[in-house]
């Protein structure tokens, strides 16, 4: 006999055991009940929310006829904070593709651990629809940018513009060019580096040139030197992730501000900068439809502007 409402709602539900469960386990009882698998009848048990009499029962504790089983509302899961919404910058938009100008603090797409706003769900926000293809959480997406990098990124919206974009980043169609600002003057000016690149075996959030890491190829060439800083305008032959921020380091010449990298703490505060100076300028890419060969560029951002006229003062 159930007294009250047996609806799994915000109230507590009440069970009188009758003569049929007399003699059964909790948790078998329980299942019985309320018609819930007997395994999730043992997690509500262990989770404590099973009481008869007053007293918390176990899994094996035998039922009584006549008893009152008490089963209290499981808690409300926490709420999660929404993602931020950003009005995000949009430099190219047709039907199969959509380039945008990624701000700094902003993530390619959602991932464990971040909060932040994403180019995913700003292009969501937004209505512009991109390609269901790829992971869930990163449809669309063929290539990104971390966190503190600003500057030119590309999504698919079609499976087809997704499809030829990924060949032309596997084939090195793709043209990205950046510019770093770096601590120092890079000997040569201009040069290569040719250094394989892997997860640093101390600290999982970090990378750095080991043996057996992945072929990574950067050219660089000075555009201006300052006093103790150099702009570089880089070219990447290999898209690994955080490949200039590493190169430069193993180089020591870390991007200015680029603390996770060695950068000097006392020279990136003195540049305004909170973040690595690193910016996508420029991309080029073949149109997936037309076959057009079409290119983006991309000013500094106003972080970045700064630093450069401190130095150049």
Known sequence: ?????????????????????????????LSRLTGISRSKA???????LVTIGGRKVSRADRLTQGAHLQLDPEPEPPATAAEPVIDLPIVFLDDDLVVVDKPVGVA?????????????????AAGISVAQVGAAEREGVVHRLDVGTSGLMVVARTPRAYS?????????????????????????????IDAPIGRHPNHDY????INDGKPSITHYRTLEAFSYAS????????GRTHQIRVHMAAMHHPCCGDLTYGADPTLAKRLGL??????????????????????FESPYPADLAHALAVLAD
């Open 1 to 29: 006999m159930i007294e009250g409402d047996a609806g799994r709602g915000p109230e507590a539900e009440h069970y009188e055991i009758p003569e049929s469960l007399a003699g059964e386990r909790a948790d078998v009882g």
């Open 164 to 192: 030829s974009l990924k060949d032309q980043f596997r084939d090195r169609v793709v043209s990205k060019t950046y510019h770093a600002l770096v601590q120092g003057h890079p000997d040569p000016s201009t040069g290569t």
């Open 42 to 48: 043992a997690n509500l048990i262990s989770d404590g």
């Open 231 to 238: 702009l570089l305008e880089v070219d990447l032959e290999t």
């Open 274 to 295: 909170t973040r690595q100076w690193l910016h996508a300028v420029e991309l080029s890419i073949d149109h997936p439809k037309t076959g057009e060969r079409i290119t």
């Open 206 to 209: 970090r990378f750095a040139v």
């Open 108 to 124: 390619a797409h959602p991932s464990p651990g971040w909060v932040g706003p994403t180019v995913t769900n700003g292009l969501q």
